[in-house]
């Protein structure tokens, strides 16, 4: 039960971890958050990303996409399952920035990610994120609310 606990926890400060990263527009702390192998599914650009080489360039992309002002990155309601070496967790996700003025853009996402226990630690093996969208329309749904 306490090793349990423990993973859990591991976790849960592996996802806090790498939003921080991201908030901080820390490139090499956020891949350092991702098993070499990594399949990703984001919500924007490409169907899929296999391996950190190709998941690293999108991240840049990403990253220069946002104004000089803050990166916004907050994970909501997250729940952890872990099984052994194996773990899930899923959460939303308050994404966008905060513009010169102050403005914020943001939308809501969801996210799931699958991890694997190391001997370094837990990584991310998969991570998905999407959004929800009309499917009459096909545009996304960013501003529903939890």
Not at 120 to 131: F, K, L, M, T
């Amino acid at each position: 039960m306490k090793e349990q606990t423990t993973n859990t926890a591991e976790v849960r400060q592996l996802v806090e971890r790498w939003a921080e990263a991201a908030r901080n527009k820390d490139l090499d702390a956020v891949m350092a958050c991702y098993l070499p192998e990594v399949v990703a599914f984001d919500a924007i650009l490409a169907l899929q990303f296999r391996g950190t080489d190709r998941y690293r360039k999108h991240w840049e992309h990403c990253l220069e996409l946002m104004p000089a002002g803050q990166f916004i990155l907050e994970v909501h309601d997250m729940e952890v399952e872990v099984d052994g070496s194996l773990a899930f967790a899923h959460y939303l996700s308050r994404c966008g920035c905060r513009d010169d003025q102050g403005k914020e853009e943001t939308g809501w996402m969801r996210a799931t990610v699958c991890c694997r226990k190391t001997p370094a630690g837990w990584r991310i093996a998969h991570e998905h994120y999407s959004v929800p969208f009309d499917p009459q329309n096909g545009n996304a749904l960013t501003g529903l609310e939890r």
